[in-house]
Nanobody
């Protein structure tokens, strides 16, 4: 059974940092594209970024230069390092895994097969 578990969310002041983790069991992250999404109350789920099977990363314009995605194959964990946080980054953050060719990522959440339960990030001004 596949399970993705996010952790690391919390309350932080604007300008601060958080690192989210997404640990997988039942699948090997290096064989999947892994995406991070977020959803704020009353808003649609938004693509944050993704790491391809190749290890290449892609980010939404709203987080580019502030957020970094990485993968630890030994721990089968993907990370989302978030720096220079802004109040508008407040949301529930989700990781997701999807089958994809080696150098492909997906920004459409419908392309992902497995999802974590989400972790709340709140940025105070």
């Amino acid at each position: 059974q596949v399970q993705l578990v996010e952790s690391g969310g919390g309350l932080v002041q604007a300008g601060g940092s958080l690192r989210l983790s997404c640990a997988a069991s039942g699948l090997t992250f290096s064989s999947y594209a892994v995406g991070w999404f977020r959803q704020a109350p009353g808003k649609e789920r938004e693509f944050v970024g993704a790491i391809k099977r190749s290890g290449g990363t892609i980010y939404a314009d709203s987080v580019k230069g502030r957020f970094t995605i990485s993968r630890d194959n030994a721990k089968n964990t993907v990370y989302l390092q978030m720096n220079s946080l802004k109040p508008e980054d407040t949301a529930t953050y989700y990781c997701a895994a999807g089958s994809a060719p080696y150098n492909i990522y997906y920004s459409d959440y419908n392309e992902y097969d497995y999802w974590g339960q989400g972790t709340q990030v709140t940025v105070s001004s």
